[in-house]
């Protein structure tokens, strides 16, 4: 019989997937703003405008409500885990064998750690668009340049994050986890040999 251990908590995937419904929707409405074809296909601009921004606070809140009301100490020691880069990691960004990972891959926690950022930064920058609309005085130079260019480095993440999510045969699998909670133990064994499941 296959053995499955615990990869992802209730908590860990409901955080990915509010984090992931929220990105893509607003991907879509600022796409609609960006992309002059798809303005004139959608018209109802200043629509589109307010769905933007009050998904984006919407967001950001969800986001932060998310470990506060769920599993507050796991998403603590997570914050921990994907914060720590030992030498192994080192070792595995320079393709250097034999590299054991623990429960994330130096990639992954480099993916962690972007999205966090760009999270930030797509606050901030956003914050700025709308006040700046409203008051000259937030109108600064750059700034809808710094929020096109997270865009921009943000996608490429996703379509490498998505290529390893649910094409590439060695590491789709990954999917199970992040959807029931658990992944095959020779599965984990291969891929995160130092990571000791409970
Ligand atoms: C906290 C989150 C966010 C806030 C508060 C926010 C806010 C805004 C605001 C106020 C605008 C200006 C809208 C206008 O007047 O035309 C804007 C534009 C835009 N946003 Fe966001 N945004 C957020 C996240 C995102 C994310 C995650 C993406 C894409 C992945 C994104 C992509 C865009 C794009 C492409 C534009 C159009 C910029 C342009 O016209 O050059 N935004 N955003
Ligand atoms: C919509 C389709 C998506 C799928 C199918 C997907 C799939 C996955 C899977 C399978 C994992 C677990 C990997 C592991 O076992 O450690 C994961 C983790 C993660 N996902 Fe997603 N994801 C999606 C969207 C997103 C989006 C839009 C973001 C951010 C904007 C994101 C950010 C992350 C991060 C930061 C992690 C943890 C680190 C990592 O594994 O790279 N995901 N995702």
Redesign the pocket.
């Given at each position: 019989m296959t053995a499955y251990v615990r990869?992802?908590s209730r908590t860990e995937r409901i955080l990915?997937w509010a984090?992931?419904l929220g990105?893509?929707l607003l991907l879509a409405t600022g796409l609609i703003l960006y992309l002059p074809s798809l303005a004139v296909l959608v018209g109802r601009r200043p629509l589109i405008q307010d769905i933007h921004f009050w998904s984006g606070v919407g967001w950001v809140t969800i986001l932060v409500a998310i470990p506060l009301l769920g599993d507050r100490r796991g998403i603590a020691r997570l914050a921990r885990e994907?914060d720590r880069f030992d030498r192994d990691d080192v070792r595995w960004l320079l393709r250097r064998s034999p590299a054991p990972q623990g429960r994330?891959n130096a990639?992954?926690k480099l993916?962690?750690a972007l999205?966090a950022a760009f999270t930030l930064l797509f606050l901030v920058s956003g914050l700025l668009l709308w006040f700046g609309e409203r008051d000259t005085r937030f109108r600064l130079a750059g700034t809808v340049l710094l929020h096109d260019g997270v865009m921009y480095v943000?996608l490429v993440l996703?379509v490498g994050?998505?290529y390893l999510?649910?094409i590439h045969p060695a590491t789709r699998h990954?999917?199970r986890?992040?959807t029931l909670g658990t992944?095959r133990e020779d599965w984990a064994a291969r891929h995160h040999a130092k990571w000791r499941p409970e």
């Open positions: 990869r992802f990915h984090n992931a990105f893509l994907v994330f990639g992954q993916n962690t999205t943000a996703l994050h998505l999510a649910v990954a999917l986890g992040i992944v």
